[in-house]
């Protein structure tokens, strides 16, 4: 089946502005996942969700960053008033079972790079 | 902040070679898992080895394990040009109902025809 899909794959915005990044995760994972990566860097923790629970936040980096999953599927991260440093490729990753266990799934990524 | 680190940083070797790559961490784990990622895509999950075993294998990979350095390697045999990637190790912490994977800083691959 298709794997997790994450679009818009580059997004370019204005110091300031708000953008909102979608995660579309393969079809009844329960676990989903989003990580912050750097240029030459390993990937950041942000957020995890098990179904629409938001159980794990500890990783998002300021108040400006939500994440949401309404329905247990699709999520959305959105970043608010967005910095220079906020710069980066945001990865999401799903997995099918909420266990320790689990390998993760991820997308190709979205480039978001702040002017 | 990053888990652990990967050495070397960067590896360069011949087709049929093969490469060794060795990753360090620094709290009790659950689990331990080895990915691969190539330039502007998302990460492949490689293996997966827990806590109490020791080596796993996987095709040309062989993962080895050792809680009492903190440290594993992955080994790939008889390596191809389509290997060139980063490779990273992910832990899994043995706390709590941790589900979050803490990654290290990679290691560069290049396999050269």
């Known amino acids: 089946g298709a794997g997790v899909s994450q679009s818009p794959r580059y997004k370019v915005a204005k110091r300031g502005q708000d953008v909102a990044l979608r995660c579309d995760p393969i079809s009844g994972h329960v676990s989903l996942f989003w990580y912050q990566q750097a240029l030459g860097q390993g990937p950041e923790f942000l957020t995890y969700f098990q179904n629409e629970a938001q159980l794990d936040k500890s990783g998002l980096p300021s108040d400006r960053f939500f994440a949401e999953r309404p329905e247990g599927s699709v999520s959305t991260l959105k970043i608010q008033r967005t910095q220079q440093e906020d710069s980066a490729v945001y990865l999401c990753a799903s997995s099918r079972r909420d266990t320790s266990n689990q390998p993760q799934h991820f997308g190709d990524g979205t480039r978001l790079s702040i002017l | 902040s990053q888990q652990g680190e990967e050495d070397p940083q960067a590896l360069s070797i011949q087709e049929g070679e093969n490469a060794t790559m060795n990753c360090s961490y620094k709290t009790s784990i659950n689990n331990l898992q080895w990915y691969r990622q190539n330039s502007g895509r998302g990460l492949v999950h490689l293996i997966l080895?827990?806590?109490n075993e020791r080596e796993k294998h996987s095709g040309r990979l062989r993962v080895t394990l050792d809680t009492s350095k903190k440290s594993s390697s992955l080994l790939i045999t008889a390596s191809r040009a389509a290997d060139t990637a980063s490779y990273f190790c992910a832990t899994v912490p043995n706390a709590g109902n941790n589900r979050k994977l803490i990654w290290g800083l990679g290691t560069s691959l290049a396999v050269n025809p």
């Open positions: 080895i827990r806590s």
